[in-house]
């Protein structure tokens, strides 16, 4: 359990397009009726840890395209901060031709503009990896291609690792300033 004034986000996962509106609708209400903003982490990207630990996601793009639209609508205009696929844009070229990875690439930007058109008060961030996995500017070219600009408020790190928060503060700034993306 979570130390009090700990902040835990909640994790979507799995291929559940028939119910995953409703989960997302009691966890954003229930954290808009306490006056919290909750963090979701939405994690279903075909083939989003190639065959690692995390294997899995939906089937296919066109799948996970709807599992998201319903993902969007639990939102219903409710404050949320969103990580969008941890570690899949670094991975991507682990297991992904350059086809898939142009698939990979869209779908991100589809989540991401879906999900803040669900919300106007929803903050969406693409997982970029950590400090010691890709360079900045390698990091940079990857959201940039996910069209970071349109599709999100901007980078998170860390999600999945243990690295130190003084080199995520800088590798981030570096990601960011290689975007051309300041803001």
Known sequence: M??????????????????VRAEVEALVGAAAAAGKVPILVVYNLPNRDCGGVSTGGAPHHATYRQWVDQVA?????????????????????????????????????Y?????????????????AGHSAWLSPAEAAARVTGADIAN??????????????????VAYAKAVIAAT????
Do not use: H
């Open 180 to 183: 051309g993306c300041p803001g």
């Open 111 to 127: 989540a991401g503009k879906k999900l803040k058109a669900a919300s106007a008060s929803a903050k969406v961030y693409f997982d």
């Open 151 to 168: 599709s999100a408020d901007g980078i998170s790190l860390n999600v999945s690792n243990y690295r130190r928060t003084a080199d995520e």
């Open 73 to 109: 609508a639990g939102l219903n205009g409710r404050p949320a901060t969103i990580v969008l696929e941890p570690d899949v844009l670094p991975l991507m070229t682990s297991c992904q031709n350059a086809g898939q990875q142009a698939e990979t690439k869209a779908s991100m930007a």
């Open 2 to 19: 979570p130390s009090p004034g700990s902040v835990q986000a909640r994790w979507f996962t799995r291929t559940n397009t028939s119910t």
